[in-house]
Each structure stands twice: as structure tokens, then as C-alpha cells.
């Protein structure tokens, strides 16, 4: 009896948490229109409803009720898994969301989201293969080479952090930060994390994946109806993610308040803000932003952490 309650309760808890996400998803997108529209100084969204707000569900409704077209020359069945396999890694990382009732306990937690983002760029690079087109490929070879820069930095700031705390369990990062945000401590790391999270996520001013300028639309220019929705889902769930990771990190870690998600909203509000603001970068500029600037400043701030921890104890 225990058992099964045991394996129930966790599933159920996946299953409330994977909702509620979708459902934040959901009105991120509608966050992200109506302000790029004020940005614009336009409504954005206005005529579904109340202020538009049922928007959202209304293109959920017409994007999986379009007909599902696909290129007579893709490769069918890996063009078709692909978004599917995009939107589970993004989901499957929220498992390591650091609640204090243990639903997933991860003692090594900080590894599981560093597996779960790697694994993140098979599925743009093959969703630009399959598709067998030329602008599909292209988006998804600049997406491959963009991902895997910007992991060293990232890898490298966490492990900054982990130095700090000792642990690779996100539970720490609650304890640690009781008295005082990591933000005070180490405020360039992470104004670094932000657009390291930026270019992770594929967002303006780092979207060369899907530059609608130069690759009409990039790695997801063949996908219609459901494939491009469930794509956009996946891309949505992880800049809400990594918002989490963002308080998690520097702003303070209990889950349990209200001004936890407060700050998580704030930082989503961020990513929408610099893609009202700023142009797109320029792709050398971006590898060069990432070896010649991100790399060795978060080698160094690597050392003089690793230095205070021997000088103090």
C-alpha cells in the first residue's frame, strides 16, 4: 500500500507541476505580446475576451486544429519526434525545481539540469536536418555551435556558485542565501548569467537559430500547426526555467514566498524587455562575445572564488 503511494504521489506531483508550467507558458506569451506591443506603442492582444486575455488559448485551439502539412522530402519520422522530444527535455528539467517537500530529492541536481540542457540542442539540430531544407539546416548549425559555446560559460559560472556552496544540490542554495543573495556577492557573475541565459534560450539579441531577417525562419521553418506550437511551447518552458534558476541562484531561494515568483516574473519581464530593445547581434560577434569575453571572465572569477575559500578556511 505504502508503495504505491509512494510512486503515486510523485507522479501526481509531475503531473500538477508539468500543468501549472504549460499554464505559465501560456500567459508568458501573452506577457511577451502585450508588452512588445506597448514597446511599440500599440495594444497588442485586446479583442479575445476580456483585454485578451483567453488569447492564448484561442491560438492553442488554432494551431492544434490547423492541418499538420510536412515536406514530401523531410525525413518523416525524426521531423516529427523532434518538437515532441524539445518540449519533454524542456519539461524534464523542471523536475530538479528545488521544493522542500522532496517530491524529487536530486543530491545532484545541479548535474540533471546541465544533462537536461545539452541534451536540449539534438533536438533544434535535428528538427533543422530532418526538415531537409537549406534554411532549416542553416538555423540548426548556427543553433548547435551557439548552444555549445555558451554551455562552457554557463557550466563554468554554476561551478563558481557550487564553490561557494559546496554542493550540488539546489536545497543549498536556499540555506546559504538566508541572510544574504548571492547578487551582493558576485553581481558581474550575474549580469553574465542573465545574457549566457539569453543566448542558451535562443533569445533576441542572440535568435540566430530563427533570424526571420536572414533565414526567413531557421530550424523550425518547415513545422505547421502542432509542431510549430509544440516547439514554441518548449522555447517558452525554458526561458521560464531558467527565470527560476536565475532567483534560485542569486535572488534567494524559498520557493515558499510569494516574492519567489514575484522575482521569477520580473526576470521573464527582462528577457520580453531586451527583445523590444535590442537588434540582433552579429553571428561572429557572438562566438567572439562568448571565447574572448564570457570564457576567461568566468575562469577568473572561477580562481578568485576558489582563492577567498583557501584564504578564509
Known amino acids: 500500500m505504502f508503495m504505491v503511494i509512494d510512486l503515486f504521489m510523485p507522479f501526481l506531483g509531475g503531473l500538477i507541476l508539468v500543468i501549472c ?4 507558458v501560456a500567459f508568458l506569451t501573452l506577457l511577451e505580446r502585450k508588452v512588445l506591443g506597448y514597446i511599440q506603442i500599440r495594444k497588442g492582444p485586446n479583442k479575445v475576451g476580456f483585454m485578451g486575455i483567453p488569447q492564448p488559448f484561442s491560438d492553442a485551439i488554432k494551431l492544434f486544429t490547423k492541418e499538420q502539412t510536412y515536406p514530401f522530402m523531410s525525413n518523416y519520422l525524426i521531423y516529427y519526434l523532434s518538437p515532441i ?3 519533454f527535455l524542456s519539461l524534464l528539467g523542471w523536475l530538479c525545481m528545488p521544493f522542500m517537500i522532496k517530491m524529487f530529492s536530486f543530491n545532484l541536481g545541479v548535474l540533471f539540469f546541465l544533462c537536461c540542457l545539452s541534451m536540449g540542442v539534438y533536438s533544434v539540430m535535428i528538427a533543422g536536418w530532418s526538415s ?3 534554411y532549416a539546416l542553416l538555423g540548426g548549425l548556427r543553433a548547435v555551435a551557439q548552444t555549445i559555446s555558451y554551455e562552457v560559460s554557463l557550466a563554468l559560472i554554476l561551478l563558481s556558485l557550487i564553490f561557494l556552496i559546496g554542493n550540488y544540490n539546489f ?5 546559504f542565501q538566508f541572510n544574504i543573495w548571492f547578487m551582493f556577492l558576485s ?3 550575474m549580469l553574465v548569467w542573465f545574457c549566457t541565459s539569453l543566448a542558451e534560450t535562443n533569445r533576441t539579441p542572440f535568435d540566430f537559430a530563427e533570424g526571420e531577417s ?3 525562419s531557421g530550424f523550425n ?4 500547426s502542432g509542431g510549430f506550437a509544440l516547439i514554441f511551447l518548449a522555447e517558452y518552458s525554458s526561458i521560464l526555467f531558467m527565470s527560476m534558476l536565475f532567483c534560485v541562484f542569486f535572488l534567494g531561494s524559498d520557493l515558499y514566498s510569494i516574492y519567489f ?3 521569477l516574473s520580473f526576470i521573464s519581464f527582462l528577457f520580453i524587455w531586451v527583445r523590444g530593445t535590442l537588434p540582433r547581434f552579429r553571428y561572429d560577434k557572438l562566438m567572439y562575445l562568448a571565447w574572448k569575453s564570457f570564457l576567461p571572465f568566468s575562469l577568473n572569477y572561477l580562481m578568485l572564488i576558489i582563492g577567498l575559500k583557501i584564504f578564509i578556511f
Open 21 to 24: 508550467v504549460m499554464i505559465g
Open 85 to 87: 522530444f524539445s518540449l
Open 132 to 134: 531537409n531544407s537549406n
Open 171 to 175: 536545497y543549498s542554495f536556499f540555506y
Open 187 to 189: 553581481f558581474p557573475l
Open 214 to 216: 536572414e533565414l526567413v
Open 221 to 224: 521553418v518547415e513545422y505547421s
Open 261 to 263: 515568483y514575484l522575482k
